[in-house]
């Protein structure tokens, strides 16, 4: 069954670094969606991205974050100047809506900065 | 906002007991969705009921839509200790988009 892929895992970056998350979408997927969950806490909407821009995002997708799709396949999260408080799973997703917007999420990234 | 928050937060049952989770969102929404998440792992759609609809099944799972009353709930009989996990309910952000914004969640504990 297709799914959602992201890298890495797991990162540990010092803080004021810059990160990068990657995700490799569902093939046939046009929308695509990061999320984040702070340890303990729901999960938090970021942004939303269709046909090479940013189509809906939420507060906290200020600007220290960034998102791209530099090729057909990657989607990628930057986080630049990176707080303590940016530590969270980064989740990605996906989907083609018409699956009445489903939306087909990926195992996480986990950021930890300290 | 159109975010759902479940209640309640957390719930302890034993195998075999039926386990039913509430959803209460604020504005009006085409259809809402019910996720699962285990315990460090990505959210998996679960179950999909659109506004017209009252009552949709899968499998062990019975959702209920009440539009007049924004509520949902989902119903989870004969538990299983798999089903140990936390369960949101899920509407769109925007009428015209496609962002899910997900509730608190409840957690669900099934015990042997």
């Known amino acids: 069954e297709p799914e959602v892929t992201q890298t890495p895992s797991h990162q540990v970056t010092q803080m004021g670094q810059e990160v990068i998350l990657r995700c490799v979408p569902i093939?046939?997927?046009?929308?695509f969606y990061w999320y984040r969950q702070i340890l303990g806490q729901k999960v938090e909407f970021l942004v939303s991205?269709?046909?090479?821009?940013?189509?809906?995002k939420s507060e906290i997708f200020d600007d220290q974050f960034s998102v791209e799709r530099p090729d057909g396949s990657n989607f990628t999260l930057k986080i630049r100047s990176t707080k303590l408080e940016d530590s969270a799973m980064y989740f990605c997703?996906?989907?083609?809506?018409?699956?009445?917007?489903?939306?087909?999420f990926g195992e996480g990234s986990w950021l930890t900065v300290v | 906002s159109q975010q759902g928050e479940e209640d309640p937060q957390a719930l302890s049952i034993q195998e075999g007991e039926n386990a039913t989770m509430n959803c209460s969102y604020k504005?009006?929404?085409?259809?809402l969705q019910w996720y699962r998440q285990n315990s460090g792992r990505g959210l998996v759609h679960l179950i999909l009921?659109?506004?017209?609809?009252r009552e949709k099944h899968s499998g062990r799972l019975r959702v209920t839509l009440d539009t007049s009353k924004k509520s949902s709930s989902l119903l989870i009989t004969a538990s299983r200790a798999a089903d140990t996990a936390s369960y949101f309910c899920?509407?769109?952000?925007?009428?015209?988009?496609?962002?899910?914004?997900f509730g608190k969640g409840t957690t669900l504990s099934v015990s042997s």
């Open positions: 997703a996906s989907t083609d809506t018409t699956s009445g917007n489903t939306i087909y």
């Open positions: 093939s046939n997927h046009l929308y």
């Open positions: 504005t009006s929404i085409n259809n």
């Open positions: 899920a509407t769109v952000l925007n009428q015209a988009g496609t962002a899910l914004i």
């Open positions: 009921i659109r506004s017209n609809e």
């Open positions: 991205f269709y046909n090479n821009e940013i189509s809906e």
